[in-house]
Nanobody
Framework: QAQLVESGGGLVQAGDSLRLSCAAS??????MGWFRQAPGKEREFVAA????????NYADSVKGRFTISRDNAKNTVYLQMSSLKPEDTAVYYCAADPRPLSPILFSEVSAYDYWGQGTQVTVSS
């Protein structure tokens, strides 16, 4: 049974940094992503990464502030968040695209079949 488990969320102040981790188990995922959902809003794309880590994709709202990376030996994906803003406050979800070696790093929620339970990130002003 494939499983994704996020960790690393917390309460920080504006301008601070935070690193989220997503540990995958049960199978190998080639393309993985991070999404977030704020109260009363739809889940939105944050970043995605391919197997080689050479391919990445970011939402415009986080470009230059967030960095997605992965350690395939540990089957773990990371999201390094810097210069955090109050509007970054949300539950952050790790997601996995089940397609093997897809050349496209999708930003749509519907492209990802596997999801973690989410980790809360709260940024105070």
């Amino acid at each position: 049974q494939a499983q994704l488990v996020e960790s690393g969320g917390g309460l920080v102040q504006a301008g601070d940094s935070l690193r989220l981790s997503c540990a995958a188990s049960g199978r190998t995922f080639f393309n993985m992503g991070w999404f977030r959902q704020a109260p009363g809003k739809e889940r939105e794309f944050v970043a995605a990464i391919g197997w080689s880590a050479a391919r990445t994709n970011y939402a415009d709202s986080v470009k230059g502030r967030f960095t997605i990376s992965r350690d395939n030996a540990k089957n773990t994906v990371y999201l390094q968040m810097s210069s955090l803003k109050p509007e970054d406050t949300a539950v952050y979800y790790c997601a996995a695209d089940p397609r093997p070696l897809s050349p496209i790093l999708f930003s749509e929620v519907s492209a990802y079949d596997y999801w973690g339970q989410g980790t809360q990130v709260t940024v105070s002003s």
